[in-house]
């Protein structure tokens, strides 16, 4: 179970691959992935800052003859809308890194397992998309003003209502892509819907590698976080709390990821993911740390509510 955990001399720490250097071999797709993950910090403080046009929407709709205020709602919703998009087309780059790390990790002969132990570099990225990922839909499902702002653009654009207003917009944001955003932001975690159809569409596609080579490197990955947190050998060097969430997330990301795309999911007693361990370290952490990630996988798996559930498993994520 030392996956993913750096030896320097006596220096076991558990923390998550923090040295780990790409390969020759791993190089190209190491740096592809790279030139995508090197956005995610000013994804997130984008969304982080985030404030909506509450106010100016209320405002221009309490009074629809007042011409100015209409204007100024649009004004103010606009550059959110552009915001919007480059969070959406940042979701399009991550699902095809998934999908070329994904290919590099499950490729015959080696096993999963061999993967992630050669391939270190790119074990980490994966695990960077996914803590991203569970970092993005909590920021998002805490902000309602997201879906607020692109329901006024949206009715305001159908109805066209603001002639000669700025609508140079359209060009960036016309109706497919707003269609695309909508069912987008409509998710209540849309970026980790984006990564399981990603993860489903690449087991669909690539019919001659065997499903095991994908659910066993995921479910590697749920093992070795789950080992880490629940030792404290690793977990009590962990160099911050941030460590600790990284690990949390990462868990949770591939246990999501798991149960999509195999046939029984990850709740069945048949999986290779020790859910009752997994959740029971979530739950031994502040609350405060794990609510959004229990939610995550309560409303974001697909097979929880299955009667192939054991109750016991069901009762602790209620």
Known sequence: ?????????????????????????????WNQVNSVLQESESILGGL?????????????????????????????????????????????????????LLESLTCPPLTPTQHLEREQALAKQFAEILHFTLRFDELKMRNPAIQNDFSYYRRTISRNQINNMNLDIENEVNNEMANRMSLFYAEATPMLKTLSNATTSFVTENKTLPLENTTDCLSTMASVCKVMLETPEYSSRFSSEDTLLFCMRVMVGVIILYDHVHPNGAFNKSSK??????????????????????????????????????????????
């Open 1 to 29: 179970q030392a996956l993913f955990i750096q030896q320097r001399g006596n220096d076991r720490s558990g923390r998550f691959l923090k040295y780990a250097q790409p390969t020759a071999g791993e190089r190209e797709v």
């Open 48 to 100: 982080q800052s985030y404030k909506g046009a509450g106010q100016e929407i209320r405002d221009a709709i309490q009074n629809p003859s007042d011409h100015s205020l209409q204007e100024k709602a649009w004004n103010s919703v606009c550059p959110l809308v552009i915001k919007l998009k480059r969070f959406y087309s940042f979701s399009l780059k991550l699902e095809k890194a998934l999908q070329s």
């Open 273 to 318: 993911i020790d859910m009752k361990g997994c959740i029971k370290v979530l739950k031994d952490q502040p609350a405060d740390n794990v609510e959004g990630l229990l939610n995550a996988l309560k409303f974001t798996t697909k097979h929880l509510n299955d009667e192939t559930t054991p109750k016991n498993i069901r009762t602790m994520l209620q």
